[in-house]
């Protein structure tokens, strides 16, 4: 099987649904953006594997998920059949498994007292990294579902998402005993003499 098509060479391509979009569509804008969240979480958790395997292991399952939320942006609620939405359905359970995980790492985590710059060794920084992408994918995908064409639950699994980014970032932080760089404000140039 070749892995090219030729058919969107026109700039246009399918949706799940079978309707052809422009490749620059706000639907595939968002799939855009969700497949780099996921390509960034890859990275983060090749890090991870070294610090933390459990975590590595949750967001393993997160890439899992993110399929999931493409296939569901995908498949526009408007256009498509019944058969093509019942097998793209998103459970508010996956959001309620990442509060799980945000909960049990809260509770081994210092409390945040102050602002903290992307730091704490290379899985920090790389969760850093993707949970600034997460925010720009769910800016994506935010529009689609106030215009119901996607389910809400995937806007509402982003920003959950972004949430269990930052804090498994902390986390990878201490268990990888890197300090955390803490924001420095910028202080008012002194006056001229």
């Not at 292991?57 to 059949?81: H, K, M, N, W």
């Not at 959950?160 to 760089?181: C, H, I, M, Q």
């Amino acid at each position: 099987m070749k892995i090219y098509t030729r058919t969107g060479d026109g700039g246009a391509s399918s949706l799940y649904s079978g309707e052809r979009r422009p490749k620059d569509d706000a639907v595939f804008a968002a799939l855009g953006d969700v497949d780099e969240v996921n390509s960034v979480i890859g990275l983060a958790r090749e890090h991870a594997r070294q610090v933390d395997p459990g975590l590595a292991g949750q967001l393993e399952e997160i890439q899992s998920r993110l399929f999931d939320v493409g296939s569901a942006v995908a498949t526009p609620l408007p256009s498509s059949s019944e058969h093509k939405l019942q097998r793209t359905v998103f459970s508010t359970r996956h959001t309620q498994q990442l509060e799980q995980w945000i909960d049990g790492m809260t509770g081994q985590l210092p409390p945040l007292t102050q602002f903290i710059l992307p730091s704490g060794g290379l899985a920090s920084a790389s969760l850093h990294m993707a949970r600034s992408v997460c925010r720009r994918a769910e800016r994506a995908v935010v529009p689609l579902t106030r215009g119901g064409t996607t389910d809400a639950a995937v806007a509402v699994y982003l920003n959950r998402l972004s949430d269990y980014l930052f804090t498994a970032a902390r986390y990878a932080a201490l268990k990888a005993g890197e300090p955390e760089t803490v924001w420095v404000k910028a202080t008012p140039d002194a006056p001229a003499q």
